[in-house]
């Protein structure tokens, strides 16, 4: 089995619950408050979406990043036995990262919005008709788009999170025992749906502060915002911190194809 240091299953699984839920809601909120705006007076009005910028930061900020930081500081507890630091500058940084990223959704919804618009002009559509397929953009249930939305954000952020936290945690303990030359493992889930170049990264060690290599990509970490979104979106990999000369034991090291 994998080392114990190595983050549970369980933590994952919570946390991509938590944030989808938080993600989600939030979600639907914003767009029943953009509906009301963008669909007055039985028009459609796409620069509205803007006026509720505020909103949506504020949801993020308050409700979704706190689910993320929750996961982070779990495995960082679990790594390595004790607290995170709350004042710790990496941390925060990679916080607000997230933040950053999911702020953008109106900007989106504009653009989808737009695009209907777009679409029912050169249909030669009606106005309600053109007006009834904004409605579905901006509906939690006009289509599968903000459920599948919700479980890709809690999966990226979540697995993120999750190896963030192990590798913050790795280079604080290595900091504090004078490792100067400490390791880490890329783990690639053993399954049909793990995407070519991860599996060749199954694997692959690397100092600790040195990205590994994964297709044309370096990252830092399995699920590495900074990464290009092909090796990062939906990815289900794992680091795991070594020191010089650990050898690992392999046997039952992943979920096999049709047991997750």
Same mark, same amino acid.
């Given at each position: 089995?994998l080392?114990?240091?190595?983050r549970a299953?369980s933590v994952?699984t ?5 944030t ?7 979600a639907? /909120?914003? +767009?029943? #408050? !953009?509906?009301?705006? =963008?669909r007055?007076?039985?028009? @459609?009005?796409p620069?509205?979406?803007s ?8 949801a993020?900020?308050v409700?979704v990043?706190?689910?993320?930081a /929750?996961? +982070?500081? #779990? !495995?960082m507890?679990? =790594?390595?036995?004790?607290?995170p @630091?709350p004042?710790d ?18 900007d989106?919804?504009?653009?989808l919005i737009?695009?209907?618009?777009e679409?029912?002009?050169q ?7 053109v007006?009834?397929?904004v ?5 939690v249930?006009?289509s599968?788009r ?6 890709t954000?809690?999966?990226t ?8 936290g192990a590798f913050?945690?790795a280079?604080l303990?290595?900091q ?5 030359a400490?390791?880490k493992v ?6 049909a749906r ?5 599996r060749e990264?199954d694997?692959?060690?690397?100092l600790?502060?040195e990205p590994?290599r994964v297709?044309?990509a370096s ?15 939906n990815?289900r ?12 034991d392999w046997?039952?090291r ?7």
């Amino acid at each position: 089995m994998l080392p114990a240091r190595l983050r549970a299953l369980s933590v994952i699984t919570d946390g991509e619950r938590r944030t989808g839920r938080a993600w989600f809601r939030s979600a639907r /909120e914003f +767009l029943d #408050r !953009v509906r009301g705006d =963008v669909r007055r007076d039985g028009g @459609v009005d796409p620069s509205r979406v803007s006026d509720h910028q505020e909103f949506w930061t504020d949801a993020v900020n308050v409700t979704v990043v706190p689910t993320v930081a /929750e996961t +982070l500081r #779990r !495995v960082m507890r679990r =790594v390595s036995g004790n607290a995170p @630091v709350p004042s710790d500058p990496w941390v925060s940084d990679f916080l607000n990262d997230a933040g950053n990223r999911m702020v953008r959704l109106p900007d989106e919804i504009y653009g989808l919005i737009v695009a209907e618009v777009e679409r029912g002009i050169q249909n030669g559509d009606a106005l309600p008709t053109v007006a009834q397929a904004v409605d579905r953009v901006l509906s939690v249930s006009g289509s599968e788009r903000w459920h599948g939305r919700a479980r890709t954000v809690a999966r990226t952020e979540t697995l993120a999170a999750v190896n963030a936290g192990a590798f913050r945690s790795a280079e604080l303990e290595a900091q504090a025992r004078g490792d100067v030359a400490p390791f880490k493992v890329w783990l690639a889930t053993d399954d049909a749906r793990t995407r070519k170049t991860h599996r060749e990264a199954d694997g692959q060690r690397t100092l600790l502060r040195e990205p590994f290599r994964v297709g044309t990509a370096s990252l830092l970490y399995p699920g590495d915002p900074h990464g290009p979104a092909q090796e990062v979106i939906n990815c289900r990999c794992t680091l795991l911190p070594i020191v010089l000369g650990e050898t690992i034991d392999w046997t039952d090291r992943q979920y096999r194809e049709g047991t997750e």
